[in-house]
DNA sequence: AAATTTGTCTATTTACATTTC
DNA sequence: GGAAATGTAAATAGACAAATT
C-alpha cells in the first residue's frame, strides 16, 4: 500500500496500473516507451526516481528497474546514479539516413557522401580485367580473407593512412558500416558499454541500437574526448571499448590532436580499453596523422574503408585487427556475409595497387575545397567549422535555432540537412548545429542554391528575434 | 549448507565453488563452459537438476538457472521442462565453415557452391555497361532499395520459383547470409526463439549464435517439419518464426511437399507466425514449386539469392516482406550495410533481365545431373539421399560411423567433407550422416578422386565390423 | 490419471557504489 | 566532507507449467 498520497507532489510521469494479466515490469516497460514515443514525454524530462515510482505503484524498486533497463537498452532513457533518469535527446531521432531519392525536388545536403566523379581509373581496371581469360573466378566465391596480394596491397595504402600493419591482421569487409556492425556483434554482447564522443557518427547509433550496445557518451575538452572522461567511463560505465574517428570527425569536423590520440592509445594500454578506429576520411587528410592502431596496436582495430574517399560503389574496407580479435571478427563477418564480392575486391585491391586510389582520394579533396571556397564565403560570418577539404562542414546556429527545427525548416525549403539531435547520444543536450554534406549536391550551382535557401532561414530568425 | 552429503549420488558434473569475490553465477556458468569446450562434459550428457546443484552448492535454484540461461544462449546447452538440461550436440562444432584455400592439398566438398563455369553472359553484360557514357554512376552511392527497374525484373524472376510478390514488397540484400542476418537482427532480439529444421542450415546456426537467438528444432514426419511439432513449439517455446529452405533443404535435400507447404503456411496464419523462407537453391527445381511466400504473403519473408544458382561473386539477393516488416527490415539492412553496391546490383539486374540469370541456372543444373550421375554410379549400394540437380547430396553413413568422426577421418584422407553434428539443433543426436557438396570440387575428376577416398572409408570400417 | 520432477519466470530482499547537496 | 539520494546488481523466494513416471 502506497504510503503517502501522492496527489500533492507532482510526478513527471505517473504510469496507470492496468491490473490485467501482464506482467509489472513488462506493462511499465510498454507505458513508458508509448509514452515517449507519443511525444507525451519529451527528450530531456527528468522521471521520478525508481524509488518514487515504486512506491506510488506498489510495488519494488528492482522491478521500476528492470522496466527502465529495457527502454534504457532500446536507447529511449539515458540514466547515471545520484542524478537520476531522464529520456534520452535522441530518443525520437530517426537515425537511418540513406539519401532518398525524391526526384530531384530536394537539394541533398544531408547524406555524406564525396562529389561525384568519372572514376575513369576504376573504369580502366574494369576493362583490362574483363581482357583476361579466366574472369569467370572473379564471379565465383573467393577466399574470405581475400589473397595475400591483395591484403599486401592494403598494407601499403593503409600504411599512407597513418596505420603500421601487417596482412596478418585484415579481414576486408563491405563498407565501413558492415564492419562496424561486424567489430559490434562479434566483440560485444548486448548491454556491453561502448564509449563515443558525445556526438557520433549515426551508423554507429544504428548498430548500437539495433544489437542492443549502449553507447556512453564521453566527457571532450577542446572538441575531443579527454582523459579525465575517459577514465571516468572506464571506472564508472565500465566501458570495453571507445569508437573514434580520428579524422573529420563526423559530424563535429574536428580532427584529433596529437597529444588527444597519444593519451588514448595510453589509456587503451592501461586499462585493457578495446580502441574502435574509424578511419573513413583519413584519406582526405594531406598529410598522414598517426593512428592509434600504430600507437596502441594490440588495442585497436582500424577502420579503413573507400567509401568516401575513393567509390562508394566499390563497398570495400578493411578491418586491421589485434591477432586476439582476428577469429572473433571473422566468424561475425561470416555470420552476416558470408563472404564479400571478390570481384569488388579484385577491382579495389587494382585500383589501390595501381595508385589509382590516392588518386581518386586526391581529386576528391580538390573538389571538396573548390566546393568549401564556395561555402565559406557565403556563410561567412556564421560559425561554420571544419576544414576545407572536408566534405562535410558543421555550422553552429545562431539565434533561437535548434538543430531539430532548422532541419524541418529545411525540409520544407528544399534542403536536405541534419540537426545535431541525430548526431546525440544520451541524455545531454546537444548544441545547436546542423551538418551540411557540402559534397552531396549534384552540382555546385546546386550546392549554391541550397546555401541559399538556408541562408534566408538563418537570416529570418535572427530578424524575428531583434 | 547442504542437507545431504552427494558423495554418494554420483552427479554428471560438479562445479567447484571458488569464493573470490565472482558473483555465483558467472562462476557456475563460466565451469560449465569451460568444461564443455575442454570436452570433459561431452554432447548429450545430461546435466544434474538445478535443484540439486543448487542444494549441492548450497544457492537457489534461480541463480543455477540464470548460469544454465547463459551457456543456453551461447547454444552449449538444450534444456526442457520436465526432463532436464542436456549439452548441446553441436556445442563443440565449429559452425563458420567458410572454404579454405589451402593450395589444392585437400579436396573440397564440404562447403555448398555451384560448379565454376566461364559466366560469359554475365561478362558481356559487363562489357556493355562498361560502354556506356555514364558509367560512373554505378560506381557512386545508389539508392538502398534499388530502382524500380531493377525490383519489377526481380518480380518477375520471383515469379519463376514459385514467389508471387510485388516491386513494393522488395529490398535488395548482400547475398542470402546477409539476409538471414538482416532479417534475424531486424525481428527478434536476443533470446527470441525460432523453429528450424532439427538439421539446419549452419548460417542461420551462427548468426543466431552471433545475435543471440536460439533455434528450436521442430518434430518431423516424412522428413519435413509436422504440424503437430510445429504446433508444440508454438505452443511451449513460443516461437516467433519458423525457418525453411523448402526447396532442397541444407544439408537433407528434402523437398518439401505441398501439403507440408500449404500446413505452413495454414499456420502460420492461425498463430501469427513468421516464415523465413529461404529460396536459396529454389531456381534449380526444373518445374517451380509454390512458395510460402505466395501461399501466406503477410507471413512470410522469402529470400531469393542468387548465390548458388547463379553465381557466389554476385553477392545479391532480394528479400521479399509483408509490408508490416519493411521498416524493420530496411533498419536492419542500413545498419548492418548502409547499402550494397549499385554495381552488382545493376549487373545482375541485367542479368536476370535479359534472361541469362535462368540460363545460368539451368547450366548449373545440368552440370549438377552430370556430376551426380558419376556419384551415384560410385556409390550404389549406399543411402545417398538427394535428387540429381541438387548440387549437395546426404550420404547416411554404414557401420559404426558417426558424421563427426568419418569428417576427421576424410579430413586425414585429403576430403572435405561436413558431418551431420555441424547441422545439428539443440539436444537431439544427429542422424550418422555427411553432406557431399559435389558441385565443390574444381573438376570432375578430382570429384571421382575424392569419392573414391570416401569409399575406401566407407568400405575400411564395415569390414572392421565384421 | 495423479503425483512428481524439472526448468522458467516474476518480483522481492539486500547490498553496494556513485552522485548530489 | 558527510549524509542523503539515486541507480544497479546479485541472490532469493515463490509461483507456475510442462514433461515424466
Redesign the interface.
Known amino acids: 500500500m502506497p504510503v503517502n498520497s501522492f496527489e500533492n507532489y507532482p510526478m513527471s510521469w505517473k504510469p496507470r496500473r492496468t491490473d490485467d494479466g501482464e506482467p509489472l515490469y513488462l506493462m511499465i516497460a510498454r507505458q513508458l516507451e508509448s509514452d515517449i514515443r507519443n511525444g507525451d514525454l519529451l527528450p530531456g524530462t527528468k522521471l521520478p526516481p525508481q524509488r518514487e515510482l515504486a512506491d506510488y505503484l506498489d510495488v519494488n524498486v528492482s522491478t521500476i528497474s528492470r522496466a527502465f533497463g529495457i527502454c534504457s537498452r532500446k536507447g529511449l532513457l539515458g540514466g547515471t546514479v545520484g542524478s537520476g533518469t531522464f529520456v534520452a535527446y535522441d530518443a525520437l531521432a530517426n537515425i ?1 539516413v ?4 525524391e526526384g530531384g525536388a530536394i537539394i541533398e545536403m544531408g ?1 555524406v ?1 564525396p562529389e ?5 581509373e ?2 580502366a581496371v ?2 583490362k580485367m ?1 581482357s583476361e581469360p579466366d ?10 580473407a581475400g589473397s595475400l596480394w591483395q591484403r599486401e596491397t592494403a598494407v601499403r595504402l593503409l600504411r599512407k593512412t597513418g596505420c603500421e600493419t601487417t596482412e596478418d591482421r585484415l579481414l576486408p569487409a ?5 564492419a562496424i ?1 561486424a567489430i559490434v ?2 566483440l560485444f ?2 548491454g556491453d558499454c561502448i564509449g563515443v564522443d558525445p556526438m557520433t557518427y549515426p ?1 554507429m547509433k ?2 548500437a ?4 550496445v549502449r553507447l556512453i557518451p564521453i566527457g571532450q575538452e577542446r572538441g575531443e574526448i579527454c582523459e579525465e572522461g575517459l577514465i571516468h567511463a572506464c571506472d564508472n560505465a565500465k566501458i570495453k571499448a571507445v569508437y573514434i574517428m580520428p579524422d573529420y570527425q563526423n559530424p563535429t569536423t574536428h580532427t584529433m590532436s596529437d597529444e588527444g590520440r597519444e593519451m588514448i592509445a595510453r589509456t587503451a594500454k592501461e586499462r585493457d580499453l578495446l580502441i574502435i578506429e574509424d578511419a573513413i576520411h583519413s584519406l582526405l587528410a594531406p598529410r598522414p596523422n598517426q593512428s592509434a592502431a600504430s600507437r596502441a596496436p594490440e588495442h585497436t582495430v582500424h577502420i579503413a574503408s573507400l ?1 568516401n574517399t575513393v ?5 570495400l574496407c578493411y578491418i586491421a585487427t589485434p591477432p586476439r580479435y582476428k577469429d572473433a571478427l ?3 563477418l ?11 575486391l579484385e577491382i579495389a585491391s587494382r585500383v589501390i595497387a595501381s595508385g589509382s586510389a590516392e588518386t581518386i582520394a586526391a581529386r576528391h579533396r580538390e573538389l571538396a575545397m573548390g566546393r568549401n571556397a564556395v561555402v565559406n564565403e557565403m556563410l561567412a560570418g556564421y560559425d561554420l567549422r571544419g576544414a576545407d577539404e572536408c566534405i562535410f562542414r558543421w555550422l553552429l546556429l545562431p539565434g533561437g535555432w535548434s538543430g531539430e527545427r532548422f532541419e524541418s525548416a529545411a525540409s520544407a525549403a528544399g534542403v536536405r540537412v541534419y540537426g545535431a539531435e541525430r548526431f546525440a547520444v544520451g541524455k545531454a543536450k546537444p548544441a545547436a548545429a546542423v551538418r551540411l554534406a557540402i559534397a552531396a549536391p549534384e552540382s555546385i550551382e546546386e550546392l549554391k542554391e541550397g546555401v541559399r535557401r538556408l541562408l534566408v532561414l538563418l537570416r529570418k530568425e535572427e530578424v524575428a528575434k531583434l
Open positions: 537511418n540513406t539519401p532518398q531519392d547524406s557522401m561525384r566523379t568519372s572514376y575513369e576504376i573504369s574494369l576493362k574483363l574472369f569467370g573466378r572473379f564471379l565465383h566465391y573467393g577466399a574470405a563491405n563498407g565501413g558500416q558492415n556492425a556483434a562479434g554482447r548486448p551508423g544504428s548498430v541500437k539495433l544489437l542492443g567509401s567509390s562508394p560503389g566499390l563497398r571473422s566468424d561475425s561470416y555470420s552476416l556475409n558470408l563472404t564479400g564480392s571478390p570481384f569488388l
